[in-house]
């Protein structure tokens, strides 16, 4: 069964940088894609950007171009997103997950909190 | 970006009762393969989003099939035929077509 598990919940300031890390197991990491999606409070889930786990490509939404950065270590099959200049405003849970090629995002991890707050 | 819009946004149903959801986008999900990229995700109170359907029509492996997808273009629907408690939860399509990806604003499905 595919699996994401995806790293603690954090605190951070304003102005400061986060960086969750998400490790698959149970399938080929790098014959897939990973999302990131973040969902604020009372909000809709919102797509940030997503890596090629093979070869490293990514595309990130415009709303989070500059301050987004998604990477992967196939040898760990985890991938990260760093998430940079926080204001109050990114403070929300941060799901990764998984991209089959023919039918879109399938797998979720369980989420990651994050909260800026002086 | 295309948005996608979903409704009604709260759906209260009787127990064995059918329920409809209907997602919009604003513009057309059909991809340059002739696929369309829509998917549905189904978010239990605390939980993590999981797929039921992708591909518009496609079940999931283990999703009971009281749950269908249909539509075509830009309209497409989410029926489930007869509610169960484990039902209970706010339901959300996406589009794969475009970047970036969206997700409609979600439907909370309860019992009445």
């Known amino acids: 069964q595919v699996n994401l598990v995806q790293s603690g919940a954090e605190v951070k300031k304003p102005g400061a940088s986060v960086k969750v890390s998400c490790k698959a197991s149970?399938?080929?990491?790098?014959?897939?894609?990973m999302h990131w999606v973040r969902q604020a409070p009372g909000q809709r889930l919102e797509w940030m950007g997503w890596i090629n786990a093979g070869n490293g490509n990514t595309k990130y939404s415009q709303k989070f171009q500059g301050r987004v950065t998604i990477t992967r270590d196939t040898s760990a099959s985890t991938a990260y997103m760093d998430l940079s200049s926080l204001t109050s405003e990114d403070t929300a849970v941060y799901y990764c997950?998984?991209?089959?090629?023919?039918?879109?995002?399938?797998?979720w991890g369980q989420g990651t909190l994050v909260t800026v707050s002086s | 970006d295309v948005v996608m819009t979903q409704s009604p946004l709260s759906l209260p149903v009787t127990l064995g009762q059918p329920a409809s959801i209907s997602c919009r986008s604003s513009?057309?999900?059909?991809?340059?393969?002739?696929?369309?990229?829509l998917n549905w995700f189904q978010q239990r109170p605390g939980q993590s989003p999981r797929r039921l359907i992708y591909k518009v029509s496609n079940r999931d492996s283990g999703v009971p099939d009281r749950f269908s997808g249909s539509g075509s273009g830009t309209d497409f629907t989410l029926i489930i035929s007869r509610v169960e408690a484990e039902d209970v939860g706010v339901y959300y399509c996406?589009?794969?077509?475009?970047?970036?990806?969206?997700f409609g604003q979600g439907t909370k499905v309860e019992i009445k």
């Open positions: 996406m589009q794969g077509t475009h970047w970036p990806r969206t």
């Open positions: 997950a998984r991209g089959d090629y023919d039918s879109g995002v399938d797998y």
């Open positions: 513009q057309s999900l059909v991809y340059s393969d002739g696929n369309t990229y």
């Open positions: 149970e399938y080929s990491f790098t014959s897939y894609t």
